[in-house]
């Protein structure tokens, strides 16, 4: 892939165009991943919309999804990185766009993050589904957070070390992330990417009975679920499709948003957390 700029901005797409493409994309690599017997699982906002719009939440504009992490790399040497017309890239943090977990990428579309207004210039990449590997966890309540704290600070310098000097939506945290760059620079960007993916390869899926994600920056310990009521797949109606969800839905989503998910939220909150704007890809 190459690397994006203003200039690859096309026309504008609306919303709805780009979850068609979503859509697509979703299609394309479910039916790869069930011919070759890979588990994968809608997460997040996606299975949340799934379980209660039967469908995108109105104002989302994202897919995500969760693969056991020996599944994900299965994934990876049988695609060899292409499934159709899209591409799919393992966590780096030396490419174009670094990142702790699997994206399939399409290039037809243009994503302009602004990050609401976090960082001074937008981000160009290519529309996106993020992929999550499932982790094996601690059986233990307590060793779990432990587990989720020790990975914290890699994660913000990693992270340090891909937005621009100066960032945050605070002053105080523009502050903060000024000062504390120097110090994620001695490490360097590889080491703080190595020391995340040990840790969280540190308990082997499969190796206990609870399993979880740890990539993401939304949730941490809502994420642990028994191993016996994530992984046995069902599936769940999407946009007048069906995919895979896990056969705990209710109680992973009640972890993650609450026990009255199924409610919507007030009106001020039904608003994207992104700060994207979508433009066909010229080149």
Wanted: aromatic share 12%; proline share 6%.
């Amino acid at each position: 892939m190459n690397k994006l700029v203003k200039n690859n901005c096309g026309e504008e797409i609306t919303l709805h165009d780009v979850k068609q493409k979503l859509l697509q994309m979703l299609i394309v690599f479910a039916e790869f991943c069930e011919k070759n017997g890979i588990r994968y699982y809608l997460s997040g906002g996606t299975l949340l919309g799934a379980v209660r719009h039967e469908g995108f939440i109105p104002w989302d504009d994202d897919i995500d999804l969760n693969i056991p992490r020996p599944d994900c790399e299965k994934l990876q040497e049988i695609s060899g990185g292409q499934i159709g017309n899209y591409v799919l890239v393992p966590p780096n943090p030396d490419l174009l766009y670094p990142s702790n977990f699997w994206r399939l990428y399409d290039n037809s579309v243009v994503i302009e993050n602004t990050m609401k207004n976090s960082v001074r210039e937008p981000v160009y990449h290519p529309l996106f589904i993020d992929i999550f590997p499932i982790e094996g966890l601690p059986e233990d309540d307590s060793l779990t957070k432990s587990h989720y704290d020790s990975m914290l600070l890699s994660k913000k310098m990693f992270g340090i070390l891909n937005t621009p000097i100066w960032t945050g939506k605070t002053l105080s945290k523009k502050i903060i992330h000024t000062l504390v760059r120097p110090f994620a620079l001695v490490m360097g960007k590889n080491y703080w990417f190595s020391r995340i993916q040990k840790i969280a390869q540190s308990i082997p899926f499969g190796s206990t009975n609870y399993i979880g994600v740890m990539m993401t920056n939304i949730h941490t310990v809502e994420e642990r679920v028994r191993m016996d009521e994530f992984i046995p797949s069902v599936k769940v109606n999407f946009e007048g499709h069906q995919f895979n969800g896990p056969k705990g839905y209710d109680t992973y989503l009640r972890q993650l948003y609450g026990d009255d998910y199924m409610q919507l939220p007030p009106e001020e909150k039904r608003q994207s957390h992104h700060g994207f704007h979508f433009y066909n890809y010229t080149a």
